[in-house]
């Protein structure tokens, strides 16, 4: 018997961790997801959107209109930054984040900071802000390898029904 020839990527895996760690997002508007991994293809620490430890999600805002301490902005920590901070191990250095949205400039600083070396990224609808044009700068100055994911599947089926396993 042959192995099967339809299992997923490594960039697939990691992406579909990426994904399902932003399912746990409780933001309304905006879910993402993050998976740091190692170069031995391990996973190192995931995070998604949300609120520090602590922080009630049903005492503070999640609005995304409004001054400024009516707003989610003020109180929420990004999924990658929550990956870094996540992590169990103190050195990222030449890692690589598989995030579900192009990085913000303060998660960019994060990422150049911990030392991880690349970023495969689902989506850059915010490409034209000035957020992510300054994150761009930095990461490039920086030398931070940045990769839009690619593949050729629609997507990857979850199912909870014991007999699919």
């Known amino acids: 018997m ?7 990527s490594w ?3 990691f992406l579909s961790v990426a994904l399902v760690s932003a399912m746990r997002s409780k933001d ?3 879910q993402v997801g993050a998976c740091i991994v190692d170069n031995e293809n391990k996973i190192v620490s995931i995070g998604y959107n949300g609120f520090p430890v602590g922080c ?4 503070l805002p999640w609005d995304n209109e409004g001054g400024f301490l009516e707003t989610k902005y003020a109180f929420s920590c990004h999924a990658e930054l929550n990956a870094i901070l996540n992590s169990s191990r103190s050195n990222l250095k030449g890692c690589s984040v598989y995030t579900t949205l192009f990085p913000c400039n303060e998660c960019a600083k994060a990422i150049i900071q911990s030392g991880i070396s690349e970023i495969v990224y689902l989506s850059d609808k ?3 802000t000035d957020i992510v044009k300054a994150s761009k700068l930095m990461l490039n100055k920086s030398g931070v390898k940045l990769r839009k994911f690619e593949s050729t599947r629609e997507g990857v089926f979850l199912s909870f029904d014991e007999n699919d396993v």
């Open 56 to 59: 009630s999600d049903d005492e």
């Open 2 to 8: 042959n192995k099967r020839k339809d299992y997923i």
């Open 126 to 128: 915010y490409a034209d």
């Open 11 to 13: 960039d697939e895996y």
């Open 28 to 30: 309304p508007n905006t």
